[in-house]
Structure formats: C-alpha cells, structure tokens
C-alpha cells in the first residue's frame, strides 16, 4: 500500500475575517485504530474526538496541549481525543468496538462534553458542557459558542476504511455581524456533501470552499499531523513514585516487577525491583 500522508493547513479568509483550519488526519486515526482496536462507531468518534481537540488546540497561538474528554449514558461510556497546535495526536475509548447503527450520538448518548488545555504538565483551563443527542459536531459548537463565544462552522468526515479529515472555520474577534451571515449563508448553500467535498486532497477541498465562498484563502501554515503518545519510562516512574513506596514494594513483592502497559499506545514499560528501589532512595 501506497505511504499515505496526513496534512493541515491553517490561514484566513480575509474577504470574511474568518480563519480556518483544514485536516488530514488519516494516517495518525489508522495508527490509533491499529494500537486500541478500535471498529465500528467507537472508532468514528475517536477520530471526531481527536480532529476537535485538534481545532481547538490549533485555533490558538498559544502551545498547549487540549483534550476533550466525552461521557455519556449511552454503550460507548467515554471516549477521549488529546492533539497539541500541530496535530499530534492520541485518541481512547472506554469500549473499543460498540457499533450503534452509526448513530454516534446514540451511542454515546447524553452527559458531559469536558475540554481540558494544559500548557506543558500544567493544567491551564477546563470547561464543561452538556453533552446532547445531537451528534459530536453539534456538542463541540455548542460547546465553543458557550465557552469561547466565537462563532464557528466546522465539518469532519471519518469514511468506513477509517479516513479522517475535516475543517473548522471560525470568526475573528470584531468581524461584523453581516460578513458572519453571509459566510453562513453562502456554507447552507454549498452543492459538495460532505463525502465531495473532503474527496482528494486538502488542496481540492481548499478550492471546494473557495468556490462555495466566492473568496480566496490564505494559507498561513502548513503541516503534518501524526500519532504522539509522549508517555516516556520518566512519566511511568512519576506514576510508581505516586503510588508510594508501601504500594509500589508490595506489587514488587508479589510479581517481582512493576509492569505498566500506557493505555494509548498499549507500551509496555518494566521497571525490575532494582530500579523500583532506586526511585525510593
Ligand atoms: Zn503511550
């Protein structure tokens, strides 16, 4: 098979004051379908999950890393997808293959729509909205213009061999009311479903959206999306070290390790008894 490769743009359509961001996740979605086993409409939501922590992390200047975590009443229970501003990404879901007839809102149902941004270690902000049977599109709009007030339309497409792309456009501070409208009005009309319009590459869907709005983009940055774990054995001995030094002896004593599979990227970190002694010295 052919290597595929992912790609985002980021830029402005200045006819509107409008920015947006265009992704192709494709390659790192797969990877996270390979590592947790995902199918059927968990894994659709994962990759929507990912693609919005990802125009949520990338619509800002500042580097941080957001999660939006989902958790509902419906048999997908929760699923989580992290990206930092350049599209590296990681993605959960509590259980990997419930299939729902591809009504994802069903299958994840009502209940809470939980973003989080860290910068770095440090968590910076965290913002909770209900989470309704509308769809997860839906819930991450309603969840912008509640929490940031900015007004955005975004779309994301997850084909059945596991593709991933999608786009958000969203206003800039002080852009009139009227160039708000007549953007909306002019994404109703648009003749491309959903499928037609991320078909090819960014490049034709950029020139899809450029038809249907009757302006030129500008393209301000580019890049390339992929899988990123960064869990590291330094972070699985912070872990050993959390649990203390009466938890940690007594797994050694009993297994003679301490073993700590990463639930992301299914990792297996091992640490023997010497190096387990040597975090308690
Ligand atoms: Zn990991």
Redesign the pocket.
Known sequence: MKDYIDSYKIGLWEEYNFRFLLADCTTAFREVVRRQKLKNSSAILVAKTMMGAFFLAGMVKEETVVGIQLEGDGPIERVMGYSDRIGRM?GLARYPDILSDNEISRGIGKGIFRVTRWGGARKLHQSITKMERVGFENNLLNHISESDQLVSFLSIHVSEDFSCKGMILQALPFTPQIKIDELMDRLRDISYTTEELFSGDLDSTLTKLEDTLKANALTLDAGIPEFY???SIEKIKNVIVSMGKEESYSILEEQGKIEIT??????IYELDSEEVHLLFI
């Open positions: 990681r774990c960064g869990c990463c639930e992301f990227c299914n990792e």
